[in-house]
């Protein structure tokens, strides 16, 4: 018997039209995302650098050559190297096909547009062609290539030397021993490397979390870190039960209130350090008064030291803001020591401490201390044991509910706020460099860490903003330099501490005013006088309480803009045209506290026209109603009943006019349009001019007797 003959060999797929698998029929949706060229900062190989002018980019793995040979559906032929048929997720053309080469595996975090890896046993998303893994280290690390395993090392690295001095810093600001700070340097970065969306954003202590530490753990490391499980706890219950949406009734102006008085008080109150004093109050007003009290006992020493530390971070910071960004056909000496300037301006903070350590050092050596020194630390890693629920102090012990009583409404203040600091600074990082991220995920990110954290004697921790933008400026591709960063300040608790009893407090003062300056916006109140002034008020009433108590400040911005906002819905602008109708314009929806102001207004208006004329409410721009507002209206129907004025509906969207046709309004009628009303009306005994009705929607009043006016 003849073979049967062969089919020919259906040919290979062009880039951007073939399947992921290379297969003859197979296409896609996103068939073209192959040879799209990739955003700068996605995580891909062409874009994952970040923000810095001169960050190295990560490096697309080295292509592996292969063959094209037309290939029949499902056939494999032999000689080809296994690797040759890898393909990563995202590239949609057959080997061999592309001319740029096979698409690097690239980094996408949660939510990017890219499809995941696919992982076996996962369900797809409803909806969803992609499956969507319950871990987001899932969704990186099968893809992850060794070429981005050096730029994440250095990224690790640059954090890791800014921690190691912000921790011992921050740990002071809050009113600590200065271990803490590292005890709670650590397990955010690894949790966050599990459980994070975004490939950036680094969590730790930070100046802002640690003033809000300092009000409501009363300079006791166990409350510290018992509001860090409290707040753990706080945050992954939001997680859970998607509640994030909850941070979106804290305004810009109060965020920015806050931040903004936080960086002077923070700022404030490192002057004591700088300047030497010791026995000066924590709260703002007697700090203020303290220092200016006694300003002659500055110590010389400590004032030049911390004054020198400033200038020079100050030096490197303006240094790495105006860096050229390095060219790759530079010579390789240039390219060279600009590396050496990033890497000096990037680490400004350890260099700084380090210079100051050694300089105390050596005045030791001569038997003369000008400065005073952070003192000794005790040396190891802590202890993994549960927070204390109780605090044992000499008069007996502090119970747990007297604890939680103590920490008051600090235990909705610092989850709140750790929240909102953290999410803001992903969203900002993640749109600039082009992914996107999952708040909730976040939420939950950040609650184990702090949850985990307080295990390890951690206190509250969140979102740096500043070691998060070293973290992209150094060219993290990956969450996996978190790792690094984490081991670095554990190698320091184990075997450095010893070395930290010769940093000069004049000096982290000097790290902490360096880190909270550039955060006063003192533009926000020029920008709100110019485009919103009633914003001014939230930002007015949280900038200048924060300065008394932190939370007072917090609480009573968010009322001041909850107020607000209730105003805009109880007083909706309401505009009334006077022509052949009232025409009765809404500007949003009609809820219960805007009703009685609807009726009064069209009531003053239709009663006082003259001549009288039908009233025609116009609901273009009313997207939902409530009960009250239906009992409303159908007082206000009743009432011009009364009077003998016709009252007419129009432009209503489906779900209102539902409603309202559910309520059974007695005389309810309503039009898609307002020439249909008009001509509707026209048919009403006495009231032929409602015909004009069609042309007064584009000509503006031109008798007297017609006049437009906006009802606040």
């Given at each position: ?26 296409s896609?949706?996103?068939?073209h ?26 490096p ?19 000689g ?41 046993g ?29 730029l ?23 009113g ?17 490397c ?131 960004q ?98 803001a ?91 909270v ?60 045209s ?19 102001h ?46 003998g004025?016709p ?22 009628q ?24 069609g ?15 906006l009802?606040?």
């Open positions: 018997m003849a073979p049967a003959p062969v089919p020919a060999a259906a040919p290979a797929p062009a880039a951007g039209t073939g399947g992921s698998s290379g297969r003859p029929g197979s896609s949706p996103r068939s995302e192959a040879s799209r060229p990739l955003r700068s900062g996605a995580g891909g190989a062409a874009g994952c650098a970040g923000l810095a002018p001169a960050a190295p980019r990560c697309a793995p080295s292509p592996v050559p292969t063959r094209r040979v037309p290939l029949r559906p499902r056939y494999r032929p032999a080809i190297p296994l690797r040759s048929r890898y393909r990563p997720a995202g590239s949609r053309s057959a080997p061999g096909t592309d001319p740029q080469g096979p698409s690097p595996p690239r980094y996408r975090p949660a939510g990017s547009r890219s499809a995941p890896v696919r992982a076996r996962v369900r797809a998303m409803p909806g969803s062609r992609c499956p969507l893994p319950a871990l987001p280290v899932l969704r990186w690390l099968p893809r992850y290539s060794r070429a981005w395993l050096p994440d090392v250095l990224a690790g690295l640059a954090v890791g030397l800014t921690a190691v001095p912000q921790a011992l810093a921050y740990a002071e600001l809050a600590l021993p200065l271990q803490y700070g590292l005890y709670s340097s650590f397990m955010g970065c690894f949790a966050y599990l459980l994070g969306t975004a490939k950036d954003v680094t969590l730790g202590p930070t100046a802002i979390m640690s003033l809000l530490v300092s009000s409501y753990a009363f300079q006791q490391p166990a409350y510290a870190v018992l509001l860090a499980f409290l707040s753990g706890c706080v945050q992954l219950a939001m997680g859970l039960l998607r509640l994030g949406f909850l941070l979106d009734f804290i305004s810009c102006p109060v965020i920015k209130g806050f931040t903004s008085a936080a960086s002077i008080t923070i700022s404030f109150n490192q002057v004591k350090n700088i300047l030497g004093l010791q026995g000066i109050p924590r709260q703002f007003f007697l700090q203020l008064y303290e220092t200016l009290r006694r300003i002659g006992e500055t110590r010389a020493g400590d004032a030049l030291l911390g004054l020198s530390c400033l200038a020079a971070l100050a030096g490197l910071r303006a240094m790495k803001s105006h860096l050229p390095a060219v790759p056909t530079t010579p390789p000496a240039v390219r060279i020591s600009h590396l050496i300037v990033w890497i000096c301006a990037t680490a400004r903070n350890a260099l700084v401490v380090l210079f100051a350590g050694l300089v105390a050092y050596s005045f030791q050596v001569m038997g003369c201390q000008p400065f005073r020194l952070t003192g000794s630390i005790p040396q190891g890693l802590p202890p993994f044991r549960p927070p204390p629920f109780s605090l044992a102090v000499p008069n007996g012990t502090i119970p747990f509910p007297s604890m939680l009583q103590d920490m008051g409404v600090g235990l909705a203040v610092v989850p709140l706020m750790g929240l909102l600091e953290s999410v600074i992903a969203k900002a990082f993640a749109s600039q460099n082009g992914y996107r991220i999952d708040p909730n995920q976040e939420l939950l990110a950040l609650g184990v860490a702090n949850a985990l954290g307080s295990f390890v004697s951690s206190y509250p921790v969140t979102g740096s903003f500043g070691r998060t933008a070293v973290n992209a400026q150094s060219g993290v591709c990956t969450p996996a330099g978190g790792l690094v960063t984490g081991a670095l300040v554990l190698l320091s608790l184990a075997y450095l501490t010893s070395l930290f009893y010769y940093i000069p407090k004049a000096a982290l003062a000097a790290v902490i005013i360096s880190a300056v550039p955060v006063f916006d003192a533009g926000i109140f020029w920008r709100l006088w110019r485009v919103q002034r009633l914003d001014l008020v939230p930002l007015c009433v949280t900038f200048l309480l924060c300065f008394w108590e932190v939370q007072y400040g917090i609480v009573a911005g968010v009322l001041v803009s909850g107020l607000l906002l209730l105003h805009s819905i109880a007083r909706p602008p309401v505009k009334v006077e022509g052949a109708v009232l025409l009765v314009q809404l500007g949003s929806s009609l809820h219960f506290p805007a009703v009685e609807l009726r009064s207004s069209v009531c003053s208006r239709a009663l006082a026209a003259s001549p009288a004329r039908p009233v025609l409410l116009d609901c273009s721009h009313v997207s939902s109603i409530d009960y009250t507002a239906v009992l409303g209206l159908a007082e206000l129907l009743q009432e011009l009943h009364r009077h004025l009252l007419a509906f129009c432009a209503l969207q489906e779900p209102v006019l539902q409603v309202l046709l559910s309520a059974d309004i007695e005389g309810f309503h039009f898609p349009s307002r020439e249909e009303a008009g001509e509707a009306l026209a048919a009403l005994p006495g009231w032929e001019r409602c015909r004009e009705l042309g007064s929607r584009a000509e503006p009043p031109t008798s007297p007797a017609q006049s437009t006016g009802i606040q």
